[in-house]
């Protein structure tokens, strides 16, 4: 059984870098042909696909959070991680993190239960 789990700060002032760490147990985030994504949702609002570091440590955005998005991962630890940048009161959002197979752009789903595994979600709220 594939387990992920967020973690991070619940708290970002306006203009800081968002970082959040998705922890991964019951299986490798360099098994092919799997793609590990940071999804959010809004207060209100539905899922929205943030981007995805593949099993080969590829890494896909999406287009309009590209310039402010940057995720990474920690193969000896089977960790990947979020950072956003320039952070506004609009990021305030429950994050999670899951995976996905076959290719990328199966990665952009309206439902956390099309995706192959996700964690329980982060509150993260973007205030001063």
């Known amino acids: 059984q594939v387990r992920l789990l967020e973690s991070g700060p619940g708290l970002v002032k306006p203009s800081q870098t968002l970082s959040l760490t998705c922890t991964v147990s019951g299986g490798s985030i360099t098994t092919s042909y799997y793609y590990w994504s940071w999804i959010r949702q809004p207060p209100g609002k539905g899922l929205e696909w943030m981007g995805a570091?593949?099993?080969?440590?590829?890494?896909y955005y999406s287009p309009s959070l590209k310039s402010h998005t940057s995720i990474s991962r920690d193969t000896s630890k089977n960790q990947f991680s979020l950072q956003l940048s320039s952070t506004t009161p609009e990021d305030t959002a429950v994050y999670y993190c899951?995976?996905?197979?076959?290719?990328?752009?199966?990665?952009?789903?309206?439902?956390?239960?099309?995706?192959?595994?996700w964690g329980q979600g982060t509150q993260v709220t973007v205030s001063s």
């Open positions: 899951a995976r996905c197979s076959g290719d990328h752009t199966m990665c952009v789903k309206t439902s956390l239960y099309e995706y192959d595994y």
């Open positions: 570091i593949a099993y080969d440590g590829s890494t």
